[in-house]
């Protein structure tokens, strides 16, 4: 009995691990000169808010003040991001796994970086799973979509950073 037992317990884990999706990680990293200090460009765009100036959302700290651990909530309830990393010059998050839906291990990463001492560049990383995506064309054409966004965030950053 134990044996059946066994068996078909690891043909349940076989067929488990069929129907689940590998992880298909994507890593899409941006950047842009900024002719300002980083430490300018940083206090210009660097709030864990601010990305409602730059990307046009929605933005409030739900939990927090800033720091580590930090909850933004941005488009009224529709996406949650808590800050998971912190220096002078950046940040990187993380949006919690939603109950019951895939979970693409959606993280962020952005930093202003010297150059020299009148300019910088900001660097904007994003980490994803794309493994829900149903083939190869559908995976490129959301790292585009995506690239295409924050690209023009950065475009927005550095207006920002270098208007009078």
Known sequence: M???LDLLLSMSLIAGGAVAAEPDYATIRMEIDIAK??????????????????LGLECK???GQGEI???????NGRVLEMMIAKTALSYGYTQ???AGKFFNSYHGFMEAVPVN???S????????????????AAKDADIASRRTRFEG???????MAEAK
């Open 2 to 4: 134990k044996n059946k």
């Open 96 to 98: 919690p796994a939603p």
């Open 117 to 119: 001492a009148k300019s």
């Open 61 to 63: 700290i739900v939990k």
């Open 153 to 159: 965030a950065l475009k927005k950053m550095k207006e």
């Open 37 to 54: 200090p980083a430490a300018e460009v940083w206090s210009k765009v660097g709030g864990y808010c601010d990305i409602s100036k730059w």
């Open 121 to 136: 560049k900001m660097i904007y990383t994003i980490f994803i799973d794309e493994s829900d995506k149903a083939d190869q």
């Open 69 to 75: 651990g930090t909850i933004r909530d941005l488009g």
